[in-house]
């Protein structure tokens, strides 16, 4: 059943010809409520609900002008609001452009008197042709000048930019603590990010890998408090499941990796991160069909959001699918 989306006919206000004396503020809210609401389903729905969709954030951002010009009220929670739901839009732009049948529909159905500034939503193809022109161009300076930079960094690493010890000293500590893990020598792993705690008390890693290390120990009790301290940094809950894995498939365990990394996906459906993780876990379980469709939508995911380094990685475990062997079960 498709999810009934305002088109907010009856409320939107012209604020040039008949304006209200003031606008209770209640109304307002009521409607960012429905717009956040309605948010999570709009890419399944159809070119219609999405333009109706689409015509209430301007009635939304109409409003915000008129309460902050004309009515002594604080909004700067619901601003905060509608900037988040304005992200989330442009993270989903190429979705929302597919059920809207492409770019030129949005053009046709976008206002004369809308601005990318002012009304970024009507203006999703915009956003989505400069992403890829970043990443293609990311790409292409990327390859063209490879073994320039390298020789040049090397030179530079240990001369003009030599990096700051103490973030020399957390590189080691997570590469020996997750080296310890892997070996299963979790007292010394734990040592290791004890000491990396001492040099970066904000790292989310260790506060997950320590949970994890207090549970081999038989400390379980221990352990919640440091999944508790990095969801209160991070702002993305996907990815503490999503780290979770990725430290169990460190530790040679892909099938209890992939039940925390498909937790962080079912989070996010779009988390090219997690897609990333998952095709890894399914090339260890030698699941080659399932690791070709996570390694395709990481792919994708990452190309549509510009993290260049999950679309490469991406590509090269597709081009390397070939030489995995296919197991007994995907044969017949």
Do not use: C
């Not at 509608?82 to 979705?95: I, T």
Request: glycine share 4%; proline share 3%; charged share 25%.
């Amino acid at each position: 059943m498709k999810n009934i989306i305002m088109s907010d006919a009856s409320l939107k206000l012209d604020f040039y010809h008949h304006q209200p004396s003031e606008i209770p503020i209640s109304q307002f809210q009521n409607q960012l409520d429905v717009a956040e609401n309605n948010f999570a389903n709009l890419t399944k729905q159809d070119k219609d609900t999405i333009l109706a969709y689409l015509n209430t954030l301007d009635s939304v951002h109409d409003k915000i002008n008129y309460l902050q010009t004309n009515q002594d009220v604080d909004i700067t929670g619901e601003l905060i609001r509608f900037e988040v739901l304005r992200k989330k839009l442009n993270r989903k732009s190429s979705a929302i452009l597919k059920q809207l049948g492409g770019n030129e529909v949005i053009r046709k159905a976008r206002p004369s008197t809308a601005t990318e500034n002012e009304h970024s939503w009507w203006f999703l193809d915009q956003y989505v042709l400069r992403r890829r022109k970043k990443i293609v161009a990311n790409l292409v300076k990327g390859f063209g000048i490879l073994a320039s930079i390298g020789l040049i960094l090397v030179i530079l690493f240990n001369t003009v930019f030599a990096p700051d010890p103490l973030v020399i000293a957390r590189m080691k500590h997570y590469d020996n603590a997750t080296f310890h893990a892997s070996e299963g020598n979790y007292t010394e792993s734990l040592a290791e990010v004890e000491a990396g705690l001492a040099i970066a008390p904000d790292e989310v890693d260790f506060f997950v890998l320590k949970g994890i290390l207090l549970e081999r120990l038989d400390r379980a009790d221990e352990a919640g408090q440091w999944y508790e301290k990095a969801k209160e940094i991070t702002h993305d809950s996907e990815y503490i499941p999503a780290t979770h894995g990725k430290f169990l498939l460190q530790m040679n365990e892909p099938e209890s990796a992939l039940q925390f990394i498909q937790e962080a996906t079912d989070m996010n459906e779009e988390y090219a991160f997690g897609w990333l993780l998952a095709g890894q876990a399914h090339v260890n379980l030698n699941q080659v069909s399932e690791a070709h469709v996570a390694f395709t939508k990481a792919e994708n995911y990452a190309f549509e959001q510009g993290y260049s380094n999950i679309y490469v990685a991406a590509k090269m475990n597709l081009a390397s699918l070939n030489d995995v062997p296919t197991s007994p079960e995907e044969t017949h």
